[in-house]
């Protein structure tokens, strides 16, 4: 398999006399290990020959010939290979979530569509047509399966003519009775309400498909989590392709508006499923929250008010919990909600219009502070603590630290210069940030900060400047900070000049130095 990426410019010599034949052969074991590696192979090859084609573009615009060149060894080779995967795809175990040949097959056939495109259809529409409506299980997964993994090759509008007419069939293999297939399904039309979305925003498919979706969201994890994902997909793509009579009014309406609480509240109870950990179910549905939010029209305004209360409400409701005993193993998931809900509450902040914000956001910042305070606690002990029901797992308090840095930083956006009431209180924990470089996450998002406060209050920020400039550039001198901090550091100079104006003008001595050394030095 190592051979593709080390030695593909002089495999012609081998392709059609060994490598094509041992390949061949191994795919078509009945030992996974041995059609694994002859699916890996392939998969290679589209993958070096897709970076060629990339390459050579480039090359082409620039005006110059590349230097390497594709031998086409997928495009000759397609014919033959395709139908070999497409019968492979019919492997997979019903209840068995590890990597195996089905799994490959579909990826591998995925890397095939990006390199042949258009050509990949007619080795492929064939076996959907053939097995999406077959009494066999296995292939009727196969066929969606197979669907799923060219809708990143052939053009959307090649891919519109085609599938158009059966729609209708796929959506209603959402009833399908084997949990493989329904899994299949949600995987595949997220793909589509991401590569060929006009196909799902007919008011035919759309509405029965919403239906499907909402009664997804209660099937098992598995499947569950790909509905989440598609919920995402579908509500980004009737955004995207909403009209305004006014680009630069916001939106008044739109397709989705008659649905909008019924979505959200299914969302919601989603994400209070017994087994939202299974398959990451919890955080693909807050994910499909933050999108629903994200891409809201002004009809939906007062869903987005109440989703508000209800997040602080499951903020304040884990900061209680959070105090309390509990296995490292529950601390680990209440941390990992409480990053969730802050995230959540970016999302939701950013829409929330001005004079409502004034009500809510003494409340807001309160919680913050709290999982700021709590995660600044938690952190420093988790290595000295030890628990009684000897559960060791170390818990990852940065995601929360980070998410609740960032909702600080949204709230700033929000609130403009009523934010400075805050800041007597938030100083502390910004500074300590500032100079946590052994969790760069938390450390680049401080940084963040600091633009999205000094944005916020303007000229009034020229108060703070003095203590965070020189943080600021004893970090850039520190060998300890993550070198993918820096380059946010010197872009932050830009907003804090942009803020305070000409009060910048003493520190540019120290920032040109810095930039001197950084440019001569070592660091990047």
């Given at each position: 398999v190592e051979i593709v990426h080390?030695?593909?410019?002089?495999?012609?010599?081998?392709?059609?006399?060994?490598?094509?034949?041992?390949?061949?052969?191994a795919m078509q074991s009945k030992h996974n290990e041995v059609c694994l590696q002859g699916i890996e192979f392939w998969s290679n090859v589209c993958d070096e020959e897709y970076d060629l084609a990339v390459i050579a573009s480039e090359s082409w615009n620039k005006g110059v010939p590349p230097e390497r060149v594709s031998k086409y060894y997928s495009k000759g080779a397609q014919k033959y290979i395709i139908p070999i995967l497409c019968q492979i795809l019919?492997?997979?175990?019903?209840?068995?979530?590890?990597?195996?040949?089905?799994?490959?097959?579909?990826?591998?056939?995925?890397?095939?569509?990006?390199?042949?495109e258009d050509e990949i259809l007619d080795l492929v529409l064939p076996f959907i047509s053939e097995n999406i409506t077959s009494e066999n299980w296995r292939f009727r997964?196969?066929?969606v399966q197979a669907l799923g993994s060219i809708l990143d090759g052939p053009t959307p509008e090649t891919l519109e003519s085609l599938l158009e007419p059966g729609m209708t069939t796929l959506v209603k293999l959402f009833d399908d009775p084997s949990i493989p297939v329904q899994d299949s399904v949600a995987f595949c039309i997220g793909k589509i309400c991401e590569m060929v979305p006009k196909l799902v925003l007919n008011d035919q498919i759309f509405n029965d498909l919403l239906q499907k979706l909402l009664k997804g969201l209660t099937a098992p994890p598995r499947v569950a989590t790909n509905v989440c994902w598609t919920i995402k997909s579908l509500v980004e793509a009737v955004f995207e392709y909403s009209e305004t009579e006014d680009e630069s009014e916001p939106l008044?309406?739109?397709?989705?508006?008659?649905?909008?609480?019924?979505?959200?509240?299914?969302?919601l109870n989603t994400t209070n499923r017994e087994d939202g950990l299974e398959h990451n179910l919890r955080s693909a549905a807050?994910?499909?929250?933050?999108?629903?939010?994200?891409?809201?029209?002004?009809?939906c305004y007062d869903c987005v008010c109440k989703t508000t209360e209800e997040i602080m409400r499951r903020i304040d409701?884990?900061?209680?919990?959070?105090?309390?005993?509990?296995?490292?193993?529950?601390?680990?998931?209440?941390?990992?909600i409480q990053s969730l809900l802050c995230a959540t509450l970016s999302s939701v902040l950013k829409k929330i219009k001005p004079e409502h914000v004034v009500h809510m956001s003494d409340k807001v910042m309160e919680a913050l502070l709290t999982m700021l305070q709590n995660s600044q606690n938690n952190n420093k002990n988790n290595n000295n603590e030890t628990n009684n029901s000897n559960d060791d797992d170390e818990i990852a308090y940065g995601g929360v630290h980070e998410d609740a840095l960032l909702a600080v930083g949204t709230l700033a956006e929000t609130a403009k210069d009523r934010f400075e009431i805050y800041m007597g209180a938030f100083l502390p924990f910004l500074t300590r940030a500032l100079t946590n470089y052994e969790e760069a996450d938390v450390n680049k998002a401080a940084v963040g900060v600091i633009g999205d406060?000094?944005?916020?209050?303007?000229?009034?920020?020229?108060?703070?400047?003095?203590?965070?400039?020189?943080?600021?550039?004893?970090?850039?001198?520190?060998?300890?900070?993550?070198?993918?901090?820096?380059?946010?550091?010197?872009?932050?100079?830009?907003?804090?000049?942009m803020a305070i104006q000409q009060g910048f003008v003493r520190f540019l001595p120290f920032v040109f130095e810095s930039l001197r050394e950084l440019f001569f030095g070592d660091f990047f």
């Open positions: 080390l030695y593909y410019d002089y495999m012609e010599s081998y392709m059609a006399r060994a490598l094509f034949g041992i390949t061949n052969a019919t492997r997979q175990e019903e209840f068995d979530d590890d990597w195996g040949p089905s799994g490959a097959a579909a990826v591998c056939i995925g890397l095939f569509a990006q390199v042949t997964d196969a066929a008044q309406t739109y397709q989705l508006s008659p649905h909008f609480n019924t979505i959200m509240s299914g969302l807050y994910e499909a929250i933050m999108a629903l939010i994200n891409c809201s029209a002004d009809d409701q884990f900061i209680s919990l959070a105090n309390g005993k509990m296995s490292n193993t529950d601390r680990s998931d209440v941390v990992n406060i000094s944005r916020a209050l303007g000229s009034g920020f020229e108060k703070y400047v003095d203590n965070l400039m020189q943080i600021l550039l004893q970090s850039l001198q520190s060998a300890d900070l993550n070198q993918s901090v820096r380059p946010h550091i010197l872009n932050l100079f830009g907003d804090i000049a």
